[in-house]
Nanobody, 115 residues
Framework: QVQLVESGGGLVQPGGSLRLSCTDS????????MGWYRQAPGKQRELVAR???????NYVDSVKGRFTISREHAKNTVHLQMNSLKPEDTAVYYC?????????WGQGTQVTVSS
């Protein structure tokens, strides 16, 4: 069973940075497209960034130029570097693995951007 463990959330001031990480101990990670989603209170969960098994990233327009997704195959880990954070980035962030037509989710990590 795929188990995704997230870390790195927290409270940061506007303009600050955070780095989220998500690790899966199973070897199928190498075949998975990995993504970060977020859900703010009262809103639907939305895709923030995704990276293919081959390393091709894509981003939602609102985070382009500020967020960077990357993966380390040797550590079965995907990162989301978030810079120039804004209050509207406040949400619970979820790691997602899409592999063999199935989706797996982490437990979520809270990111709060506030002064």
């Amino acid at each position: 069973q795929v188990q995704l463990v997230e870390s790195g959330g927290g409270l940061v001031q506007p303009g600050g940075s955070l780095r989220l990480s998500c690790t899966d101990s199973r070897t199928i990670f190498s075949f998975a497209a990995m993504g970060w989603y977020r859900q703010a209170p009262g809103k639907q969960r939305e895709l923030v960034a995704r990276i293919t098994s081959g390393g091709t990233p894509n981003y939602v327009d609102s985070v382009k130029g500020r967020f960077t997704i990357s993966r380390e195959h040797a550590k079965n880990t995907v990162h989301l570097q978030m810079n120039s954070l804004k209050p509207e980035d406040t949400a619970v962030y979820y790691c997602n693995a899409h592999v063999f037509n199935s989706d797996y989710w982490g437990q979520g990590t809270q990111v709060t951007v506030s002064s």
